[in-house]
């Protein structure tokens, strides 16, 4: 399981160019799935037929957070935007990666004080070019953080954690799930993090009876940290309610029940700020009754996120076992 | 029917934006009088359908939100509860409101937090922030651990009362009067004819970001739609520009989310009726869920009514109960005289 | 010329009409038939050669920011609040037209003698504002205005010298002009141009339109930022008045279709048109509506580079405005439906 994650935190996909995740995802579900299909938007829907059940939706968004540069100075320095969430106090001392395997690194036009974090427009990226001309990056490109995942232990310690965990829980669900009654349509989505656009178009062609999204939460367990009842190592979340969106309390409960009958450990998750996939799947045509689970990560949206193994094996079971009963609501 | 009474049943009972089952029974008994079918989606979304008598199958929806702001359990600690905000809360009116939490049975519960003998001065002027408050509902740890887990909804305990003249008070006005004028509204409509089916929508998660409105109004796709919520009324510290005033009719409101033509429909039946209105200018997003109907599918003429309260999201909300009246008149005799739209 | 007579036109968010009514004379002759839908868009079709059974939809808005009057007081002052994205600090001292009579106003304010030394430094907030048309006490300002009446600024069109214009609301009568001349080609698809409403109060017009056509690609046309004045640093100035049209690669509502972006990019150059890229993740148009419609629809925006939009008086270079009509034309002619598959 290291290595698939391994793979997939390592792999280029930014927002809006998520061609090389892509491709790295439909060669670890092909031979799995009975169709694949890429839509419009980008998204990567595979389908696994069921025998008869529900139409089921389970999405894992296969963008990360990264930087698009929108100027390339005389001297060849780029100046730069970020592309969803990303944080100037994450950014200083650190490396970014091209497309094109180019490397940058962000440096601050002057530190006003040590104290203070400066604001994008004093930040820029060298890449050592010399000018313009010999600059190998242009406008439009997009970098990512540059790290490789580490395991230590029971945790694990990468880049994108939001949400390539997402999506290895689901390459390990198809992996393990045998005979299954329902149509499963596993979607490795795109653009979440510039808005949950890849959800909206996927669901609304899908049009699923039930949807899952599988992503990343916030923990309480770090010094000081501010107030949350979830920490790491002890289950995979079950989300009632987030910044967007309030889970459908039928799936919620569903899912714990399947967590307390398989003997999976799990914590309720109420997040103060951020949302997922789920939020847009629910307000797809008629309304489709959506939860989530939440894989805890400490050190969201900065180069080193933080995982624990053993929350990621348990979704993978917990989601086996919600997906075995005939009932997905209650 | 007994308007205060409809309010008050109404405004007491539970339901917070995602957790509405406690209100929208409540909505279902009373919309069951007048409608022919009666249906909740997968939101939450209260619908009843009252049919007319065509020959086209026309409709028109009617939306006003039935959920209402409140608070959830967000972590428990020896004891006492933390909690979490669902929709727009003043953290001013929080300390020392009387709660429910909805755990495995309902639990009154006080806001508290450190007693004002134990603050400095300068935290006496200070709003207390949420997150140095907690929900204490009287018992010991281990019992509050068996009945109350994170992800509990917390709702507001206030009574509805009657003030002075036509005056009422209570929590959740927003937007149950609404839902009021909406029962008041169908109760006429059954004294009537009309042409064209009405769709009486219950909304959920107003206060979530208009979700409830969005899937109804996918889900019913009608030709029409008027929203109905409150507005803010004539109160200490509003000056005119920005309010209605309280007592003197629903505001029918203008601007980029309103359809002209049905606007100026429902300003034409008011004069005609001489139903007292206001006009209320609004100049983009109206924040209602008029503002999500609009552009539902292809595109849905809408139109908002707005019944003057004072004191929004507090318990003590307050307002006229010749307003919820009036808004519910105005409707049906709008509803009664729907033939073609828009008309020519 | 009908630019000038689009930019002079008065047309806030959700009151269109006027805007509409010019458009819908223009376009009439060269198309096979407009609609006007719920909310207000126009939509001129025009059925395609017979090549390819594509829908393309084009979109252009037809909204303008401005102001609404909220309140009318005792004395005949009209309170009012911003319809859109309008910058606070070019309010006062500018005239105004308000209402469908377009009734003359100013934007008044204290005499600078009588400010505070802080007040003078302030940009005043918009609630302590107020138009005066003249009128001597609330009922007879009643007489020519009323609540709910929308206000444009009163600027004229008018040309510099060297190929430059001034005016009003080249956000996006510009996009609108551009759009007007496209539709009197035929192209190997169908085309839908939309003409939309209520873009400057959230992408609304678009939405619906989108959802009711379906379209299998969607371009919008837009009056862009350009911020090319001179600058302390050397940094971008989100596009330049007189380098060609601007490409969107990403904005603030979406990521182009790299493949369309493809289209446009060799487009220009096979032919010759000079063009440049925008500036990314900054400002909307109608494509984050449109892209996000039903199973989602491969989109791309470019743009007329304007000076000062979002403001009484923009410029635009007619060379740029022209190359506009060029590119999108040529590029239409090469769309095929290779175009529009995800690599």
Known sequence: MIELIRTLTETYGPAGNETRIRQVLRDMV?????????????????????????????AAHMDEIGIVVNYVDEKGFLRFSALGGVFPHTLLGNRVEFENGVVGVIGVEKLESPDKVPTFDKLYIDVGAESREDCPVKVGDIGVFSRPLIAQGQRLIAKAFDDRIGCAVLVKLLEEIGDCEHDLYIVFTVQEELGLR??????????????????????????????????????????????????????????????????????LEVLEGGTTDAAAIQLTREGIPTGVISIPCRYIHTPSEMVDLRDVENAVRLLLAYLSSKELTE | MNTFEVLKKLSEAPGVAGNESGVSQIVAEEFKKYVDELRTDALGNVIGLKKGTGPSSRRIMLAAHMDEIGLMVSEIEKGFIRFTTVGGIDDRILLGQEVIVHGLKPLPGIIASKPPHL??????????????????????????????????????????????????????????????????????????????????????????????????????????????????????????AETIKVGKGPAIAIGPNFHPALRETLVKIAQELE?????????????????????????????????????????????????IERTGLLLAHFISRLEKFPPE | MLLKELSEAIGVSGNEEKVRKIIEEYVKPHVDKVSVDSI???????????????????????????????????????????????????????????????????????????????????????????????????????????????????????????????????????????????????????????????????????????????????????????DDL?????????????????????????????????????????????????????????????????????????????RYIHSPASILSLDDFENTIRLMEAALKRLKPEHLRVE
């Open chain 1, 198 to 267: 890849g959800a909206v178009t996927s669901a609304y062609g899908i049009a699923p009876d039930v949807g899952i999204a599988v992503d990343v939460t916030r923990t309480g367990d770090t010094p000081e940290a501010p107030k949350m009842a979830v920490a790491l190592g002890k289950g995979p979340a079950v989300k009632v309610k987030d910044a967007r969106m309030i889970s459908h309390p039928g799936v919620r409960q569903a899912l714990i029940r399947a967590a307390e009958q398989n003997g999976i450990p799990y914590q």
């Open chain 2, 119 to 240: 603050l400095s001065p300068e935290e006496r002027k200070k709003v207390t922030p949420k997150d140095q408050l907690f929900v204490d509902v009287g018992l010991p740890e281990e019992e509050v651990k068996a009945l109350v887990r994170v992800g509990d909804f917390i709702s507001f305990a206030a009574k509805c009362v009657r003030l002075q003249g036509d005056m009422a008070s209570g929590k959740a006005f927003d937007d149950r009067a609404s839902v009021a004028a909406l029962v008041c509204c169908l109760e006429h409509l059954s004294q009537m004819k009309h042409r064209w089916d009405v769709y009486a929508v219950a909304t959920s998660q107003e206060e979530m970001g208009l979700r409830g409105a969005v899937v109804s109004a996918y889900g019913i796709a009608p030709d029409l739609a008027i929203a109905i919520d409150v507005g803010f009324g004539d109160s200490l510290g509003l000056s005119d």
């Open chain 3, 40 to 226: 207000g868009n126009l939509i001129a079709f025009k059925q395609g050669d017979g090549s390819y059974s594509l829908k393309v939809m084009l979109a252009a808005h037809m909204d303008e920011i401005g102001l609404m009057v909220t309140y009318i007081n005792e004395k005949g002052y009209l309170h009012f609040r911003p319809v859109g994205g309008v910058d606070e600090r070019i309010l006062p001292g500018k005239r105004v037209l308000v209402g469908d009579k377009a009734i003359p106003g100013v934007i008044g304010l204290k005499p600078i003698h009588l400010l505070r030394e802080e007040e003078r430094s302030q940009v005043a907030p918009v609630e302590s504002l107020v138009i005066d048309i003249g009128a001597s006490d609330k009922s007879s300002a009643e007489k020519m205005v009323k609540v709910g009446d929308y206000a444009t600024f009163d600027v004229a069109f008018q040309e510099l010298g060297a190929r430059r214009v001034k005016g009003k609301a080249f956000d996006d009568r510009a996009g609108c002009a551009v759009l007007a001349e496209l539709v009197k080609e035929r192209y190997p698809f169908d085309l839908y141009a939309v003409f939309t409403v209520q873009e400057e109060v959230g992408l609304r017009g678009a939405k619906v339109a989108a959802y009711a056509i379906e379209p299998d690609a969607a371009f919008s046309i837009e009056g862009t930022v350009a």
């Open chain 1, 30 to 58: 092909k031979g799995k799935v009975d169709e694949l299909k890429v839509d419009a938007l980008g998204n990567l829907i595979a389908l696994r037929k069921g025998k008869g059940g529900r139409k089921v939706m389970l």
């Open chain 2, 275 to 323: 139903i007292p209105y206001q006009t209320e200018a609004i100049p983009g997003p109206s924040g209602t869920d008029a503002w999500a109907i609009q552009v539902s599918r292809e595109g849905v003429p809408t139109a908002l009514l707005s019944i003057p309260l004072r004191y929004m999201h507090t318990p003590v909300e307050t307002l006229s109960l010749k307003d």
């Open chain 3, 230 to 306: 001179p600058k302390e640093k050397d940094v971008s100035p989100t596009a330049r008045l007189g380098h060609g049209p601007a490409i969107t690669i990403m904005d603030r509502t979406f990521v182009a279709f790299h493949p369309l972006v493809r289209l446009l990019v060799e487009t220009a150059e096979a032919e010759g048109i000079p063009y440049q890229f925008k500036q990314p993740l900054v400002g909307g148009t109608d494509s984050g509506a449109i892209h996000l419609t039903k199973k989602g629809v491969p989109s791309a925006t470019v743009a007329v580079p304007c």
